[in-house]
């Protein structure tokens, strides 16, 4: 028996990790012992002050580029996209932290109680909101910097279940419309598990396509794949059939076209903080991955990814553009504007070298603060039921509220890639290095849906402005601090985005080199 | 007198030079800033500036023309007169390289005078004239905006600036003819003057935009020394769109017909911007623009056609018009034509077509003034047929009005025998036959202009009284009307001498203006032209006089071919709206016609195409978690089948 063997570990490499795990747990000890009205005003600083400590070690480890425990890799994609996590999630966590806006938040404390009853108002008077949500979140955040940094393939699908599991729980708990919450949470679930299920049967076959590499041990740790796609002997079907099913896994996540079919329902069903947490960081999460594998496990088979994964891109670009031309409910558009916006982050994808790296990564931050700042105008745009998500309801909301229905016109703006906005930046930032790899194709299918969703945007802008505000255009309501500042912190960096994106664009492209 | 000549004679040799403005040329910007701040102040404060407003306006005009004066006094000790301020990078893009920047030569000199100093005339009079009316102070804001656009036109030392002041001045010139908006026919005027306008300023700007194109810069100086270099055929096309420019604003032929229905805006209106300095913004673009046109004798003799032709439609139309107003601006359009045979002549006649500019400036804002103060008297009436002995109620009105009279007929001394007679001459001083052709339409024309002119001041000041009823005793203007009126009075009779004298000498430094060849030999004699135009001037008077020392009819009565022509402006509205309105309307609607049916049809259809498809595809989308994982399936299997058919090799 020989003996064990630690491997030394980097702790500073590993520290926003671990500082998101440590207040997580911390988070949970509150709940068990810390009064129940204290419970908020506790959980919601710590939360807080954890991602910002956890950003500040990022930003110390700017420079490491070191593989650590041999399963994580910190490196430059790897702290850029943690650092966007972090940010994107302190946006998050004020919205998921909003009490000002409905009466004990957006998320409730007892599920299962029904909607409306007696009860349930009387948990709202004092039982507050839920506060397992912050510990829930975080353990959410710490699982995605642990995806887009792992090493390898079976690290890789831990992270992915620690950030999936929190985020199916908090799925379930809106205050309003809960059996539609609750429904979507467990398709969400049966879903996951299912996606799930074919990246680990991927990894699998993966595995035993390593094995025929003669010199080295198999593995599924990326830089042993790497070698393997050059020089292994094993059968390339167990390479092909594993690629193809690891990536079905993660452009689940990413919601790409035919994976996408839960978005609508979950983005609909699911508390729109949630909502805007998961179009902003879980789509960060899942393309950080995504790149980490194609752009170093599966490098050397470039050529023959990329056709079957640029029609994946097309279909996906093709699906969210046309399907949001009919939408009636803001949640549901927006969702399939989030599927067609994979689709263009997956042209970033595909674009060789590190430009396209770079430029998925830009888009990824434009992306996610335009779409918390839009979710949080979602949020405020209610009546007594709740939000009021069909969109008949915003006829004539510019009328009403010229100020919220000026920041949603600017929101949408920036989706359909307007200049002076950071959805324009960012469509340059991946489809200039698409058209410089030769993959015209893609650029123009992306540009043509781009011009079939800026439709929908457009209709729900004449919608705002030019129809007059019938007696059932709901009252804006008075956002909260906390919305506020995400509000104003999103349409910020839309706007900063788009007119001065050098700073942004000049770290990603520092940053995009990964170690392998 | 002699370093001028010795200067004179080596500039021709040389390449156009500016000299940097320093000292008291160096604040010449504030020309145009003054005006510029007043007409801003007036328009942004709106209501609460109505009390004091117009003496504002009057006093940014005053402040300019003191300043302009000492600017030009300034100039006298330099050795090269063309100084230049640059003030900024106005457009940097790539090769394009625009100055903000300013040219103050002789030329710009002699305009900044004008300018300033009748407009400051016309500006006080207004103070009167306007006093009625309950938007005066708008009215002095665009008056304003008009001087400083106006200056910045003649200022500007590259095409660029021009075009921005000339822009500016025809949107003054817009406002100002519809000021009184509410007026049917003020506000076609005013959408007349501005589509002919616009017509012209498309060919000044294509021109602009050829000279970047082949000389690569817009500065007057680097055009003027490039323009040697270019083809004979580009010269030509470049010329011909800068004509094309000066035409449309100096209501010369083709595009002469808005300047008379210009004439709806307010009197001081027509004095300043239709008589005396924006419509001549023309004759200073080809003079300014003499090295280009001195170039292409082709080009020359299309601006002297354009000229004596203008020259002589004028004149006809005149004769036939009743409308005191209306006399005068086809007048003005005919003494343009004068000005552009002057400067399509070249060498020379640059400078006398600037000393008539100057000249006509005094005395036909001095008649329009007149005019102005007539309708005032009588209850706005502008039909002669109603005047008639006016001379003994408003004995200053007609003394100066009689001096402008003098002036534009040209009789010795007066102004008009100083400007428009060495014109004549050099019209005949051609070394072919068009010698008598454009020499003879200078002659006709200046005959019809004492007829046309003598029968307006017969028919207005003397004769029996042919009033409309509701009219009893007309007055004399107040104080603040005549007090211009005399001064332009006294500058129409006396300033063709002094101008004559000195501005020629004065212009040479001018780039260009003094490059003079020597002059042909006229085909007749200088005495002998002058004794025949004399002649033909006292022929035309004399049969004025003649036909209505007694009055006219009232009404319009039947006529020959001839008049009938020229009461309908010699049929060119007829042909405007033959030519170009009625194949516009129908482009039009032929255009609007495809627009709805084919290309919005096919965007409808496109849009309803894809809202159809968007709408049977949301059908898949059907909430149970069991289509959705057959859905994930059925792609994953098509994904894997499609990596292992790459694998294969069966997509390579």
Redesign the interface.
């Known amino acids: 028996m020989t003996e064990l063997e630690l491997p030394p570990i980097d702790y500073a490499a590993i520290a926003p990790i671990l500082i998101m795990l440590v207040a997580a747990v911390v988070g949970v000890l509150i709940e068990a012992f810390v009064p129940r009205r204290l419970r908020h005003p506790v959980q919601l600083p710590l939360a807080l002050l954890a991602v910002l400590a956890a950003l500040t070690m990022v930003v110390v480890n700017a420079d490491k580029r070191v593989i650590t425990i041999g399963v994580i890799a910190v490196d430059g994609p790897t702290l850029f996209l943690q650092g966007a996590i972090l940010a994107l999630s302190a946006v998050a966590l004020l919205l998921l932290g909003e009490r000002a806006v409905e009466r004990g938040g957006a998320f409730v404390a007892q599920a299962a109680v029904t909607a409306d009853s007696p009860e349930d108002r009387q948990q709202a008077e004092n039982a507050g909101g839920a506060g397992e949500v912050y510990p829930l979140t975080t353990f959410a955040i710490a699982g995605m910097l642990i995806f887009v940094s792992a090493n390898d393939l079976l690290t890789m699908f831990i992270a992915l279940e620690v950030f999936s599991l929190p985020l199916y729980l908090l799925c379930a708990l809106a205050r309003r419309r809960r059996l539609l919450s609750q429904e979507a949470a467990m398709k969400y679930f049966l879903l996951g598990a299912y996606a799930s299920a074919f990246f680990l049967f991927g990894l699998a076959l993966i595995y035993g396509f390593t094995a025929g590499l003669g010199d080295r041990a198999s593995g599924v740790d990326f830089a042993t794949i790497n070698a393997a796609v050059a020089n292994s002997t094993a059968s390339p079907v167990l390479l092909f059939a594993g690629m193809a099913l690891v990536a079905i896994g993660l452009l689940f996540k990413a919601a790409a076209a035919p994976f996408h079919v839960w978005t609508p329902d979950v983005y609909q069903g699911a508390p729109t903080p949630l909502t805007g947490f998961m179009a902003a960081c879980t789509k960060v999460a899942a393309f950080g991955a995504l790149l980490r594998v194609f752009h170093v496990a599966f490098e050397g088979a470039r050529w023959d990814f990329t056709p079957v994964l640029g029609a994946v891109a097309v279909l996906t670009m093709l699906v969210g553009s046309l399907f949001a031309v009919t939408q009636t409910d803001i949640k549901r558009l927006l969702a399939y504007s989030s599927i067609a916006n994979a689709g263009y982050l997956l042209v970033g994808v595909l674009a060789p070298g590190s430009e396209g790296l770079s430029g998925t990564m830009f888009y990824l931050v434009a992306y996610g603060f335009t779409v918390l700042a839009a979710f949080a105008v979602v949020t405020l745009v209610r009546d007594a039921d709740g939000e009021a998500t069909h969109l008949s309801r915003w006829a004539g909301l510019g009328k009403r509220s010229p100020v919220y229905a000026s920041v949603f016109t600017f929101i949408l703006l920036a989706f359909a890639g307007i200049p002076l906005t950071s959805g324009f930046m960012g469509k340059v930032a991946v489809f200039a290095p698409a058209l410089d790899g030769g993959q015209v194709w893609l650029v123009v299918a992306g540009v043509l849906t781009s011009m079939v969703l800026a439709f929908p945007y457009l209709r729900v802008v004449v919608l705002m402005w030019l129809s007059e505000p019938g007696d059932s255009t709901p009252t804006v309501a008075v956002p909260g601090a906390l919305t506020s500042a995400a509000l104003v912190i999103g349409v910020l960096a839309t706007l900063v985005l788009g007119v001065a994106p050098a700073p942004l664009l000049d770290l990603a492209s520092s940053a995009a080199d990964f170690v392998r | 007198m002699d370093e001028i000549l010795t200067y004179a004679q080596a500039a021709p040799a040389g390449t156009v030079s500016y000299a940097t403005a320093d000292g008291l040329l160096s604040s010449v910007w504030l020309l145009v800033a003054i005006p510029l701040v007043s007409a801003t102040i007036l328009l942004l404060l709106g209501r609460r500036a109505d009390r004091w407003g117009h003496w504002l306006g009057v006093a940014a005009v005053g402040a300019a023309f003191l300043l302009g004066l000492s600017y030009f006094l300034g100039l006298r000790g330099l050795e090269n007169r063309s100084v230049e301020l640059s003030l900024w990078d106005f457009i940097a893009v790539g090769g394009l390289h625009v100055d903000f920047g300013l040219l103050f030569d002789p030329l710009a000199g002699v305009f900044v005078l004008l300018i300033t100093g009748v407009g400051f005339l016309i500006h006080l009079y207004a103070v009167e004239y306007m006093a009625h009316d309950e938007r005066r102070r708008l009215f002095f804001a665009y008056f304003n905006l008009f001087v400083a656009a106006m200056l910045l036109l003649v200022l500007g030392n590259n095409y660029v600036m021009l075009y921005f002041g000339w822009e500016g001045v025809g949107l003054a010139s817009y406002l100002l003819i519809n000021f009184w908006y509410t007026k049917p026919a003020a506000a076609t005027a005013g959408k007349k003057a501005f589509l002919m306008n616009r017509v012209g300023d498309a060919g000044l700007a294509i021109a602009i935009f050829i000279m970047f194109a082949t000389l690569g810069t817009t500065q007057y100086d680097e055009v003027f020394n490039g323009v040697g270099a270019l083809a004979g055929g580009t010269v030509l096309v470049l010329g011909l769109l800068l004509l094309l420019g000066a035409a449309g604003k100096s209501g010369q032929f083709p595009l002469q017909a808005w300047l008379p229905d210009a004439m709806e805006g307010p009197t001081p209106v027509s004095a300043l911007i239709h008589a005396a300095t924006m419509v001549t913004a023309g004759v200073y673009l080809i003079a300014r623009s003499n090295i280009i046109f001195s170039a292409n004798s082709t080009l020359q003799l299309v601006v002297v056609s354009v000229g004596a032709l203008t020259l002589l439609l004028g004149a006809i139309i005149g004769c036939a018009k009743d409308d005191i107003k209306r006399v005068l601006a086809w007048s003005t359009v005919s003494q343009i034509g004068y000005m552009f045979l002057g400067v399509g002549l070249g060498g020379a006649a640059y400078a006398l077509a600037i000393v008539h500019l100057l000249a006509h400036g005094f005395f036909k804002a001095n008649m329009f003034l007149g005019a102005g103060s007539v309708m005032h008297g009588m209850k706005d009436q502008v039909d002669i047929r109603r005047f008639g002995g006016l001379a003994k109620y408003m004995k200053i009105t007609w003394l100066t009005f009689g001096a402008g009279w003098l002036a534009i007929i040209g009789l010795f001394p007066f102004s008009g025998f100083f400007s428009k007679e060495p014109i004549i001459v050099e019209a005949f001083a051609r070394d072919d036959w068009t010698a008598w052709l454009f020499g003879g339409a200078a002659l006709l024309g200046a005959g019809l202009t004492a007829f046309y002119m003598t029968r307006l001041f017969v028919l207005t000041f003397h004769g029996p009284k042919r009033w409309t009823e509701d009219i009893e005793h007309p007055h004399e203007s107040p104080a603040l009307m005549t007090i211009p009126l005399i001064l332009l009075g006294i500058g129409s009779l006396g300033a063709g001498w002094l101008l004559a004298t000195s501005v020629p000498d004065w212009l040479t430094t001018t780039a260009g203006l003094g490059a003079q060849v020597e002059g042909h030999e006229a085909v007749l004699s200088h005495f002998a032209i002058t004794v025949i135009a004399t002649l033909v001037t006292v022929l035309g008077v004399a049969l004025g006089w003649f036909l209505f020392r007694n009055g006219t009819a009232t009404e319009p009565q039947p006529a020959g071919v001839l008049v009938t022509a020229a009461r309908k402006n010699l049929y060119t509205d007829t042909v405007n709206e033959a030519v170009f309105e009625k194949p516009g309307i129908f482009l039009t609607r032929a255009l609007v016609y495809l627009d709805n049916r084919g290309i919005d049809g096919l965007v409808n259809g496109l ?1 309803a195409g ?2 159809g ?3 049977r ?2 059908r898949l ?1 059907t ?1 149970f ?1 069991r ?3 057959a ?2 399936l ?3 299997l ?3 089948a ?3 058919a ?2 294969a090799g069966w ?1 390579a």
């Open positions: 849009a894809i809202g498809g968007s709408g595809l949301r989308q909430g978690v289509s959705y994982a859905s994930i059925t792609g994953a098509l994904v894997v499609a990596f292992l790459v694998q997509l």
